[in-house]
RNA sequence: GGCGCUUUCGUCUAGCGGCUAGGACACAUGCCUCUCACGCAUGUAACACGGGUUCGAUUCCCGUAGGCGCUACCA
């Protein structure tokens, strides 16, 4: 095979938010790239001025910035095969249009758009190729005169792919092997636009990999179809010997339904489609993204290599690194994955236990601030240490700890129905004394004491560790007693058992479930 | 409609002629326990259908059906 140096590319168009299914298309090309030692380019390709959304470019960057894929060159980063926005490379596409032209592999054609649609109505599965376009209107029609003439006149035409017809195209992808698909139904299509100067996706994307030195073209399976169209072009410029390799990926499903996933699926189930919030320039539109729901970059991007490539073993928790060594193009799967989001829920979970306190107390004290809370770091890093395994979320840690940092001011109606006895307020003012009498208030001597002093006594231990429970949380939920009462203190915990006998435990709160 | 791709538990998937068809998410149950979780254990659950090939098909081939994609002067 080649010696040449792996390149890829991942190419998007800046018409709005990068769909998650692009993030996984360009993690699958970073993660060959590092594999193999290569280069991975970035480009843009905004060959349809019409689609263009301000914001989109600066949007996709910040994207990979925050998920951590990193680029080797391209627009914004830099390199020797630019400039890499297709907009800017016009005078190279008119240059491989004109080669095309000359040696009579691409023709003009004058056809309007609206003659066209005429067309498509009036014969059923109209298609300009070799059986149509004798009567139409192009440089093929016309004499040479005529068609400088139309030129002249400012007449607007494009440029055609003339194919060839009855060829069987073979194009050979490293997922789905060989695909064979007949010229004659492809169509003459167009690969150059005289309104704006332009090429057309298929033009741009060949030259650019050509000259860009791509090695291996990953793309969505959306691609197949015209994949042959790709080779045809290649081989009309003579490039057939250093042309890509392809892989084309399945495709992200909707969770449930049909059809592939969109931005309404997100919108109607409850999870972000973009890695970050969007801000539609045109609709004014907002949508979610993965940063500010709160997941992590590290747990998205294992979640999405996952849907369609697999590394052969039960190994689902990997990092980037991980990935990287244990890739294989070949692995990856060929039907459409419906996409699970709430497995990617899960994920975000093991990523919280497994980074460290330290790190998980760094993302929560922004939201302790957000409740108008400042608490010494290392309370919080304890704090998280306690409490991180409960949650997928970090954001979700704060309903779950406030009580640590905010003393309750009312008692779950259920729990208090439940725990708080009779002699409840007289049990918890012994404790407090108890507990008052205490030097060394360590987790350790207050179990032993208070445990002791239960068993002395005859009590009963779920009796006296719920109402102190409810006294401490407000609730009956949390970790081992007596960690809450160590990490509160000594004064703080006596305080909370006094108000709670005051109190008698009121008011209470029912905890709404309709409310999220 | 045409062309192409595709088809294993509800979902993501392992399997590459002979397996009690494995794992994970979700769900259920149990254990742990001062509560709620985490965790751990167990369980429910799949080879789309019909023909071949073969001693033997989830696996190979051909159909059918379903799904998905493409079918633009969009990518």
Redesign the pocket.
Known sequence: MTERKVRVRF???P?GALHIGGVRTALYNYLFARQHNGDLVFRI?D??S??FVPGAEEYIIESFKWLGIKFDEGVSFGGNYGPYRQSERRDIYKKYVQILLEAGKAYIAF???AE?EAK?AEIA?F??DASTRTSMRNSLTLSKEEVDKLIADGE???VRFKIEPNEDVHVHDLI?SE????SS?L?DK?LY???DE?????LANIVDDHLMEITHVIRG??????APLHVLLYRAFGWEDTMPEFAHL??L?K?D????LSKRDGDRLGFPVFPLEWHDPKTGEVSSGYRESGYLPEAVLNFLA???W?P?N?Q?IMSLDEMVQLFDVH?C??????F?Y??G??FN?EYI?KMSDEKVAQLFVPILKEHGIEAPMDKVVTVVGLMK??VNFVKELWELCKFFFVAPLEYEEK?RKKRWKEDSPEMMSKLADLLESLDDFSLENQERVVMKWIEDNGYH??NI??A??LALVGD????????ISALLGKDETISRLHKAVERDCFPVFTKDKAQK
């Open positions: 190419a998007p168009s018409t390709e060959t349809d019409n689609r056809d309007t758009p066209l498509r599965n298609q300009y607007q035409y494009v789905r695909v064979v698909i007949n139904i169509d167009v636009k005289s309104v332009l090429p057309t996706y298929h399976e959306e691609w197949l179809p015209s399945p495709l499903l969770p339904g049909k059809g592939k996952l849907l369609g697999n052969g039960d689902e692995r799967s060929k039907a459409g994955a419906k699970d709430v497995k829920i899960w979970h236990l395994g409960r729990t231990t779920g560790m719920n102190f429970r009956g939920i949390g970790p081992h007693m007596f960690d």
